[in-house]
C-alpha cells in the first residue's frame, strides 16, 4: 500500500528557508506515470498547489511560488523534498505531499496524499 | 490560468436528504475535473476523478457529472460522516493544477 509521510521543522523564522522531505513508502519513486507534488493549506483557508516533480527531476512550479520554491528528488532513498526561501508569515500552511496518478487520456488526480505538516513562520 | 469556483460556499442539510455541490471552471476543461473530501485536521481524500468515476472505496451515494466548464458532485442520501469540506480540482492544465475554494458541507 502506498503511503507518503513529510517531515521537517514545525518553526521556520522569517526570511529564512522553510525545507520538508516526503518519505514515499510502498511503492518506487522511479515508477511511471507519476509525478509527485506538494500542496499547501493555510489555517482555514483553501488548497494551493506549489508544485510537482517527475523522477527523472523535471519540475513544474506554481507561477506565484516560482520564484522561491525548489522541488527535488532523492531516488535512492524514494524521497522528494520542497524548499521555499525567503518565508513570511503568509506561507504558514499545512503542507500536504502526494502522488499525482495519470492514466488514459492524460487524465489524473492526487492519491494518496500525505498526513501533512504544519509549518508556522514565526520568530 | 484556469480559475475554478465552487457554490455554496457552505451548505446546511438534514441526514437523508440529497445534497448537490457545483463546480464551475473559467475555461473548457473537458472532463479534467476530481473532487476531494477534507474533514478537520485531516488531509483530503480522493472521492470522484476524472469527473464521474467513483474511486475505489468510496460509497456509492458519492456522484460525479459535468463537462466543459459546469460540474456537479452530488451526495445522494447524507450522513453524519460526510460533514466535511468538499474541494474540486482541475487537472486539464497538469502538471499545474488549481483548487476551488471549497465547500463545507454540515449536518443540521
Known amino acids: 500500500q502506498l503511503q507518503l509521510q513529510e517531515s521537517g521543522p514545525g518553526l521556520v523564522k522569517p526570511s529564512e528557508t522553510l525545507s520538508l522531505t516526503c518519505t514515499v513508502s510502498?511503492?518506487?519513486?522511479?515508477?511511471?506515470?507519476?509525478?509527485w507534488g506538494w500542496i499547501r493549506q493555510p489555517p482555514g483557508k483553501g488548497l494551493e498547489w506549489i508544485g510537482s516533480?517527475?523522477?527523472?527531476?523535471?519540475?513544474y512550479y506554481n507561477p506565484s511560488l516560482k520564484s522561491r520554491v525548489t522541488i527535488s528528488v532523492d531516488t535512492s532513498k524514494n524521497q522528494f523534498s520542497l524548499r521555499l526561501s525567503s518565508v513570511t508569515a503568509a506561507d504558514t500552511a499545512a503542507y500536504y505531499c502526494?502522488?499525482?496518478?495519470?492514466?488514459?487520456?492524460?487524465?489524473?488526480?492526487?492519491?494518496?496524499w500525505g498526513q501533512g505538516t504544519l509549518v508556522t513562520v514565526s520568530s | 490560468d484556469i480559475q475554478m469556483t465552487q457554490s455554496p460556499s457552505s451548505l446546511s442539510a438534514s441526514v437523508g436528504d440529497r445534497v448537490t455541490v457545483t463546480c464551475r471552471a473559467s475555461?473548457?476543461?473537458?472532463?479534467?475535473l476530481n473532487w476531494y473530501q477534507q474533514k478537520p485536521g485531516k488531509a483530503p481524500k480522493l472521492l470522484i476523478y476524472?469527473?464521474?468515476s467513483l474511486q475505489s472505496g468510496v460509497p456509492s451515494r458519492f456522484s460525479g457529472s459535468g463537462s466543459g466548464t459546469d460540474f456537479s458532485l452530488t451526495i445522494s442520501s447524507l450522513q453524519p460522516e460526510d460533514s466535511a469540506t468538499y474541494y474540486c480540482?482541475?487537472?486539464?492544465?497538469?502538471?499545474?493544477?488549481?483548487f476551488g475554494g471549497g465547500t463545507q458541507v454540515q449536518i443540521k
Open positions: 502526494a502522488r499525482n496518478l495519470y492514466s488514459t487520456n492524460n487524465q489524473n488526480w492526487l492519491d494518496p
Open positions: 510502498g511503492a518506487s519513486i522511479s515508477s511511471s506515470g507519476s509525478y
Open positions: 516533480l517527475y523522477s527523472s527531476g523535471t519540475t
Open positions: 475555461q473548457r476543461i473537458s472532463s479534467y
Open positions: 476524472a469527473a464521474s
Open positions: 480540482q482541475q487537472s486539464y492544465t497538469t502538471p499545474g493544477l488549481t
